[in-house]
């Protein structure tokens, strides 16, 4: 008997091109989660990697006040704990996707803003960014300022939990999220790597039969998001 009750997420929708002055822009929405989403390019690197050779890649995330069920404080100058360890994974995610050699001597600066939280805003954001990045690299090669792509792997990310009945869910929203026993989210790239794990049991723990039901649903649920971002990316 299967534990996978849910192995699909909830409806994707990109809209690309949101913002004339960015180099990559899209909406990623999740269900009733939106995060506006914006690559700029810089040319030129932190100080501390001038003369490497070497582009980077960073990010920032922040939750408009009016995203949640009760508003939210504008971070104005400090960020939270947990604001800085999603902008720590959305960089680490999207430099597993990118040759930071080819790239060249240039910035490329992700920014997440939430419109709407309803679980998932840190899964939503990499997806997005994904698509961000790729609409950015392609700007960039359009423009003549990069011969040939730097990206090595499409990523994406998705949420997995086990429900109070015990049964796998994938793409959890704000009440699942809140409820479930665990909570997973993986990221990972379209041929199948993971680039990132983060499982907490915050009710019963959990098994090795179901850590392993947890990953093989954010496999399936995952090829759907690869596919949305495809549809996005080959437009242009």
Known sequence: ?????RNHPRQIKFTSHINPYASGSVIAEFGNTKVHITASVEESVPPWMKGKGE???TAEYSMLPGSTHTRSQRERSKVSGRTQEIQRL??????AAIDLKKLGERTVMIDCDVLVADGGTRTTSIS????????AVNNLMKNGKLKETPIINQIAAISVGVNPEGKIISDLNYEEDSSC???MNIVMTKEGKFIEVQGTAEGEPFSMEQLQALVECAQFSLKTVFDEQDKITTQG
């Open 1 to 5: 008997m299967s534990l996978i009750s």
């Open 55 to 57: 582009g980077w890649i």
């Open 90 to 95: 959305i960089g680490r995610s999207l430099r």
């Open 128 to 135: 997005g960014a994904m698509v961000a990045l790729q609409l």
């Open 181 to 183: 026993h665990t909570d």
